[in-house]
């Protein structure tokens, strides 16, 4: 988070503001998602095709996706023109307002005396009168303190410490004998439903819900009384009770305590309400699915239509502007749209580590394949805590994750919050305990924060992560060559000269009908072949992983290629030997680094230092003609010093290069170390065509080495191949 959102969040706006906000974006085109808003990012400094900013109502902040651009309230306002509303001096607390028990008893049409039987006492706040409303726990210890300092306005306020929590929580065996239970927004609408002999509990605002409440409902019929304009209550709080059911309010009366006020018998009025205006939670989201897969598949039209939409996705690359070899972004696209499978126990999705020089293009190729995914499939943590995803309340399920830079991870290997993310990477579900202090009892207590995935894990480094870490994921060697340095450079004045590259819709929109799938079930049919080929040539412990991880490139290949699939008898997606071709043909390189450590440029050194004699060559320098340096090497390769010594470090760190020189300060004088191990590729198509006895749904991978279009003829140690069409 930016310094800008951090200090405007510290303290709160006016709610008037906030709300006048919100009220602009949803009327300029913003969508909500779940508890936030998505919009068009209003900094200026880039084209924002496809909304990529969020607001935060109950946080009062906002943040780019796209940009380091966020910050608060104010700042948006401005940035929007949004007039900031003018404040009612007289509705807010200020020294000379205030309000009493009476006051408020009077108002609500309520007994003073029933008032303060609920804790609702006379208090003072900041000198001046004010209603102390005491939150009780189970089992009616009080929990918690909130002040209302005003009868209309700016009316509340949390004791410093306390935290928001359900009103009404010690009258739950009352709810339980009911069987159901009503919740409303607010204190007030409790006092008037408990008159009425009402089983309601209180959310004290709409935005406030919070996940762990669910538990205190468990067998309880859920009711979620919808105020005027508050859609978003009931889903919010559906997202934990989907069996929930609605009761919108009636024209002309707002909530239990203004139908109290207007002399309603509420049991029976709200029997009534019960009985003829109920609205299925489960129907209205079954309805607004449908809706919305029938909307995106009709975006999505051209996409679906296509012999082959990766072939759509590799021109659109190119015409956004990413110049060279475009393998990193495509496979990019292929680890996040495997954030859409349905994961058995023992599997894994594909997660990402984009490994290169700083400024080699790693975070460009991975901005390229986001480009092509809706706001709600991806997370960005840009900077922050190690541990703001554990705490963080965004939705992980069928996600990406998406970590700018490995440094924002938690760092090391041995520690809870490192466990934690491997955990969220491996077994689909984070889970997280702490130890707090339990508001009812003050002993501490143990709580697991379980953060529900699966959930696809990509990031940015200069180096190879943690051995443990590095293990779940599949590692890319960035290219930053001249020759590629050269076309990206030529793409970027094309692009110049050009213009914006035109909008991706209905890929963006190809990928929001995938996700309204999920989660998609696919079989690989010639798995058991596939893997004994591996095991015959791999046989080490870490390919378990990485066999699981390919498995899941061919899966998501298969469903991007869905309309030219077929399913068997259990609904399974069936990929075909034309499907592992295309992921043949990107990763190979990438495999055989993840495997063995050594990627192709390493090989490249360690034999360019093997054929490198002391003094027999011009590319030494004169003044070092006795050694094998850094310059040298850069010389006799075509690249920069950067580049080879980060290959060099790769070397030596795993004994493949060794340095003779002991003295600090002095260039390095490299020979070779222990023997590079042999080269591991990928069982070609063609070995699977021969092996595989189950017939696949499109015709087979033809096996041509014609050499990867996308490649641009760059070889790997498993041969070349092309991606062919359905």
């Not at 996700?515 to 015959?536: C, H, K, R, S, Y």
């Not at 068997?568 to 190979?588: C, H, M, N, Q, S």
């Not at 034999?607 to 040298?632: C, I, Q, S, Y």
């Not at 003295?663 to 065509?689: Q, T, Y």
Request: aromatic share 6%; net charge neutral; proline share 7%.
């Amino acid at each position: 988070m930016s310094e800008n959102v951090h200090h405007h969040s510290i303290k709160p706006p006016d709610p008037a503001l906030v709300a006048a906000i919100t009220d602009y974006l949803m009327a300029h085109g913003g969508r909500r998602v779940g508890a936030e808003v998505v919009f068009r990012c209003p900094c200026g400094t880039h084209a924002d095709a496809h909304p990529s900013a969020n607001w935060n109502a109950s946080k009062a902040v906002w943040t780019g996706r796209s940009c380091p651009a966020g910050g608060g309230a104010i700042d948006l306002a401005k940035l929007l023109a949004v007039e900031l509303p003018r404040r009612n001096e007289a509705a807010i607390y200020n020294p000379d307002s205030g309000v009493t028990v009476l006051q408020l008893a009077e108002a609500k049409h309520l007994d003073p005396d029933f008032l303060c039987s609920l804790g609702v006492v006379d208090a003072k706040y900041h000198r001046q009168p004010t209603v102390r409303i005491e939150y009780r726990g189970v089992t009616a210890t009080v929990t918690g303190t909130r002040y209302r300092v005003a009868l209309k306005g700016d009316r509340f306020r949390w004791r410093q410490g306390d935290k928001v929590q359900l009103y009404g929580l010690w009258r739950l065996e009352e709810l339980r004998k009911a069987g159901w239970v009503l919740l409303v927004e607010g204190e007030s609408d409790c006092w008037a439903g408990w008159a009425h002999g009402l089983p309601v509990l209180g959310v004290p605002g709409k935005a406030t819900w919070q996940s762990e409440w669910a538990r205190h409902l468990v067998g309880l019929q859920v009711y979620v009384w919808q105020e005027p304009g508050a859609d978003d209550f009931p889903r919010l709080i559906a997202a934990d009770i989907p069996d929930l059911s609605i009761i919108p309010a009636p024209d002309g009366i707002k909530d239990l305590a203004d139908a109290h006020v207007q002399g309603l018998g509420l049991a029976a009025w709200l029997d009534g309400l019960k009985g003829t205006a109920l609205i299925p939670m489960s129907a209205v989201l079954q309805t607004e699915q449908d809706a919305a897969v029938a909307a995106a598949r009709k975006a999505a039209a051209p996409v679906l239509a296509a012999a082959d939409p990766l072939d759509l996705v590799d021109a659109a690359i190119l015409a956004d502007g990413f110049g060279g070899e475009r393998l990193a972004p495509l496979i990019n696209y292929l680890a996040a749209t495997s954030r859409l499978l349905g994961l058995q126990p023992g599997s894994m999705p594909v997660h990402l580590a984009n490994v290169g020089a700083p400024s080699s293009g790693k975070s460009y190729g991975l901005r390229a394949a986001l480009n092509f995914l809706p706001p709600a499939a991806f997370h960005v943590i840009d900077a922050g805590s190690p541990r703001v995803l554990i705490y963080d309340d965004v939705d992980l399920r069928h996600r990406v994750v998406v970590f700018s830079e490995a440094d924002s991870m938690p760092s090391g290997e041995d520690n809870p919050a490192a466990s934690a993310i491997r955990n969220l990477l491996q077994d689909g579900h984070l889970h997280y305990k702490v130890t707090m202090r339990d508001s009812e009892t003050g002993k501490f207590v143990v709580q697991t924060i379980d953060r529900q995935g699966p959930s696809v894990l990509i990031t940015t480094t200069v180096k190879r992560l943690g051995a443990q870490l590095d293990s779940r994921l599949f590692s890319i060697d960035v290219n930053d060559s001249p020759g590629q340095v050269k076309m990206a450079l030529v793409a970027q004045a094309s692009r110049e000269l050009a213009g914006p590259p035109p909008a991706q819709d209905a890929l963006v929109a190809f990928q929001s009908y995938l996700q309204a799938l999920t989660p998609w079930n696919v079989l690989v049919p010639f798995a058991d072949t596939l893997a004994q080929l591996i095991g015959e040539s791999t046989p080490i412990p870490r390919i378990n992983r990485d066999f699981s991880r390919l498995l899941a490139l061919v899966k998501a290949v298969a469903i991007l290629r869905h309309q030219h699939r077929q399913r068997d008898e259990k609904g399974r997606l069936v990929a075909t030997v034309d499907d592992y071709g295309y992921v043949f043909g990107l990763i190979g390189p990438m495999y055989e680094t993840t495997i063995t450590g050594a990627s192709a440029k390493v090989r490249e050194l360690v034999r360019a230092v093997e054929g490198l004699t002391p003094g027999d060559l011009p590319a030494l320098e004169m003044a070092n003609r006795n050694k094998v340096t850094v310059t040298a090497l850069a010389k006799l390769l075509d690249t920069n010093k950067m580049d080879i010594t980060r290959r060099c470090q790769s070397a030596m760190r795993l004994g493949w290069l060794v340095n003779h020189e002991i003295r600090k300060g002095f260039p390095a004088n490299l020979g070779l170390g222990e023997p590079m191990p042999d080269r591991v590729g990928l069982p070609h198509p063609d070995a699977i065509g021969h092996r595989n006895t189950v017939t696949p749904v499109s015709g087979l991978y033809t096996g041509t080495p014609q050499g990867n279009r996308i490649m641009k003829g760059r070889g790997h140690g498993g041969g070349t191949a092309r991606p062919n069409r359905p």
